[in-house]
């Protein structure tokens, strides 16, 4: 006999009865409301470009109830990794690699580690793929999150197919969200079609775009920065430029630039065009300390490839006002202990 519940799923609700929770979401994932349980966030990026390492930091981030490149977690979050590309050297390098740039601690590294569950699989696609595989690992494992890289590993059907692709996930992915309370994170290359509209990047079907409730694009800009781009559902994340105040979709990212190591960085670069414009309208001193963080510091020499790319003041003149601001107090330096290696300078914002 069905329950009160589940007729009511059957015969609808008034919108009139209809309310947000007098509590916190017991169905939030990812503030604020970006991602709930029985919600597919898609993420699309290059092949290549480090999307599984980039995915990698932000369940060690939500496995310790931390925030990863401003995506907040609502508590400390259960991974389930099913992937077909890396083997366990892969895995584990990346893993090393953002350990250690996340200077974790033993206690840290154990309790992260502990709750991410890592399967390989890549020899089932479709609905074998998702009642042999997806289904009892499930089961096992009781994920907050289940992320599935690549897509294209497991779909068992053409990606430019709106049958193929909405049935992998309206028909085979969305039931077992809802059946096991978890949300999902799909990985997929990015469409070099040209389409100006980027939650509609994944490579293929429109559905890519559809059917995902929220949509993360990572793209390869210059001098070895990325965009992160919240495209659909972004406005949720809260982000801010870096005015601290005018809300934004977008994040700078970098890799690491320690040799061997696999980390991803937030590069404090300006998010759009229209703030560099205003930046040039302003004193050269004011275009400098827009780049330093407001809290925190960042590298010098990376700090002057910044200003140079986004402002083009030149070098001899970029060193010239950093050593001016910090003979008037307004910035101050410091040193960062490196591991065989020199110290790093870096400069923040005296106050």
């Known amino acids: 006999m069905s329950n009160q519940n589940d007729e009511q799923k059957v015969l609808g609700k008034k919108l009139s009865e209809m309310s947000l929770p007098k509590t916190e979401d017991p169905n939030e994932l990812l503030k604020f409301r970006y991602l709930c349980r029985e919600g597919l966030l898609g993420f699309y990026g290059q092949t290549g470009i480090g999307k599984s ?49 996340l200077g974790l601690d033993s206690e840290e590294n154990k309790q992260a580690c502990d709750n991410i569950i890592v399967l390989h699989e ?29 897509a294209l590993s497991y779909l068992g059907g053409d990606t430019i197919s709106q049958k193929d692709v909405g049935n992998f996930l309206r028909n085979l992915l969305k039931p077992l969200l809802k059946t096991h309370q978890c949300g999902g994170v799909v990985v997929h290359h990015t469409n070099k079609s040209g389409s100006s509209d980027t939650a509609y990047a994944g490579s293929g079907s429109a559905e890519w775009g559809n059917m995902p409730r929220a949509v993360l694009t990572l793209t390869e800009k210059a001098n070895g920065l990325f965009e992160l781009k919240a495209t659909k559902r972004g406005p949720r994340l809260r982000w801010k430029k870096t005015d601290g105040t005018t809300g934004t979709d977008t994040k700078q990212l970098k890799h690491s630039n320690i040799e061997g190591q696999i980390f991803w960085l937030e590069a404090n670069v300006p998010e759009c065009m229209a703030e560099k414009k205003l930046l040039k309208e302003k004193g050269d001193e004011e275009k400098i300390l827009s780049h330093v963080p407001i809290d925190g510091s960042i590298e010098k020499n990376e700090l002057e490839l910044i200003i ?13 006002l950093i050593k001016e601001m910090i003979v008037k107090c307004v910035l101050k330096t410091h040193e960062v202990s490196r591991q065989n290696a020199r110290p790093e300078i870096h400069i923040s914002r005296f106050k």
Do not use: T, Y
């Not at 089932?124 to 494992?141: D, M, P, R, T, Y």
């Open 122 to 150: 890549d020899s089932k696609v479709g609905e074998a793929f998702i009642n042999f595989v997806v289904v009892a690992a499930l089961q096992k494992h009781k994920p907050d999150l289940l992320w599935i890289d690549p």
């Open 53 to 101: 390492s980039l995915s990698m930091q932000c369940m060690i981030l939500w496995a310790l109830g931390r925030e990863a490149f401003g995506i907040k977690p609502k508590q400390a979050l259960k991974s389930l990794l099913i992937q077909a590309e890396n083997d366990e050297g892969d895995i584990v390098e990346i893993r090393d690699g953002i350990v250690k740039g």
């Open 308 to 320: 140079n790319l986004g402002e083009q003041l030149g070098k001899n003149k970029i060193q010239k």
